[in-house]
């Protein structure tokens, strides 16, 4: 009974390709996002996703595209892969009445 | 937007001394102020969290106070133990609910030493 789930857990890749991340919640929260971990540990915000729709995108190349296709899901599409994309990306998702944020197990890409 | 500072990055204690870490936060309007414990390879899971109207939270060994006009909130861990080491992060957020996202500090790595 997973709360947040993502898919794949370690993803190696090749400059240029084009990958994508799934991300599955059952908890009922409203609100999804993506955060980024690089290698000095820092967690930063990518998107945040409210009820399908776009609430946060920060400064993330537009190479990164994010779709939620229900308030349940959170797919993180990234297209001509880089070797500074290389990172843990994680999913999370926080309940409407509050902001605790719940994290799914992470993603590590390495872009070689 | 908001920015959060933390400090130390790392930190090294004996078993059964306590720990503190310290973050402070730009955006006045920040409102709750939430710590992660993230353990080698696993997801960040919350430990202990404080909001904007609260001075101080305790539970068992983990305690977080908030002083909202300094702008800087604070993590104690007293008696650590070996399963304390991980990397503790602190963050803040502000905005209305369904629009908000943590904006976390840059980490402290803590080792208890046995």
Redesign the interface.
Known sequence: DTAVSQTPKYLVTQMGNDKSIKCEQNLGH??M?WYKQDS??????MF?Y??KEL??NETVPNRFSPKSPDKAHLNLHINSLELGDSAVY?CAS?P??????F????TRLTVV | GENVEQHPSTLSVQEGDSAVIKCTYSDSASN?F?WYK?ELG?????II?IRSNVGEKKDQRIAVTLNKTAKHFSLHITETQPEDSA?Y?CAA?AGD????????G??TRLQVQP
């Open positions: 409203d609100t996002y000095k540990k820092f967690l930063k915000i945040s409210n009820n609430i946060i994680f926080s409407p009445w509050d902001t605790e944020a994290f799914g197990q992470g | 709750y939430p993230q696993k997801r960040p899971q919350l969290d990397v992060f957020t609910t369904g629009r908000r996202a943590l904006t976390f840059s980490g």
